[in-house]
């Protein structure tokens, strides 16, 4: 197999190329940020409402959506992904190793880390999202990214029974508004 020598502009051309692609497949439209923002939010919320009506033991039974989301999502990713990329398949593993940590630590752990879990999810969250966006060099990323550790810093300092209140609030920052505007700015271009 023959390879070409690059110049340092080429080398930069095509580091620019790939990233870009990354950032436009991510920016697509939006529609796993919406589904992951909707889907966190309503889990939260309804672990909130659970609490409260005195159904503690049952509150955590909405978040066994979550795993059968990160199945859909995989799918849904693979049959997206047209060409091989480095940076969406680092993306995909940042995010299958932040999910499965995020499993095993919420559905393995709960019950150690109890007022601490949350604030170790928002974290995850806050670094996976802050790296993703640092890859494809998405300062609504990076944003998102800070303002899930700063969800998470804040939950050390609020009543347990509050953090689902917090984390589905965030959740709708961080997630569902930045997808909703990513997809009205699909549409807006499709136009």
């Known amino acids: 197999m023959k390879t070409k020598e690059f110049t340092a502009e080429e080398s930069f051309a095509l580091i620019d190329q790939v990233i870009q692609r990354a950032k436009n497949r991510f920016e697509e439209n939006g529609f796993t940020f919406i589904l992951w923002g909707g889907t966190i939010a309503l889990c939260c919320f309804a672990q909130a409402y659970l609490m409260n009506t005195g159904r503690e033991a049952q509150s ?9 989301l990160s199945i859909y999502t995989m799918v849904y990713e693979a049959k997206k992904a047209k060409k091989h990329n480095p940076l969406n398949q680092i993306s995909s593993r940042l995010w299958l190793f ?7 630590v919420s559905f393995g752990f709960w019950n150690e880390l109890q007022n601490h879990l949350t604030p170790i999810i928002l974290l995850l969250l806050g670094i996976a999202t802050a790296v993703a966006g640092s890859f494809i060099r998405s300062k609504m990323l ?36 930045p997808g909703l505007l990513l997809h009205y700015k699909h549409k807006k271009k499709d136009v």
Not at 60 to 68: C, G, T
Not at 98 to 104: E, F, H, K
Not at 142 to 157: D, K, Q, R
């Open 60 to 68: 955590w039974f909405p978040y066994l959506l979550l795993p059968l």
């Open 142 to 177: 990076l944003f998102c990214g800070v303002i899930l550790n700063l969800g998470a810093y804040a939950a050390f300092f609020i009543p347990w029974k509050q953090h689902p209140i917090l984390m589905g609030i965030v959740a709708l920052v961080t997630f569902l508004l």
């Open 98 to 104: 932040t999910g499965i940590n995020i499993i095993v």
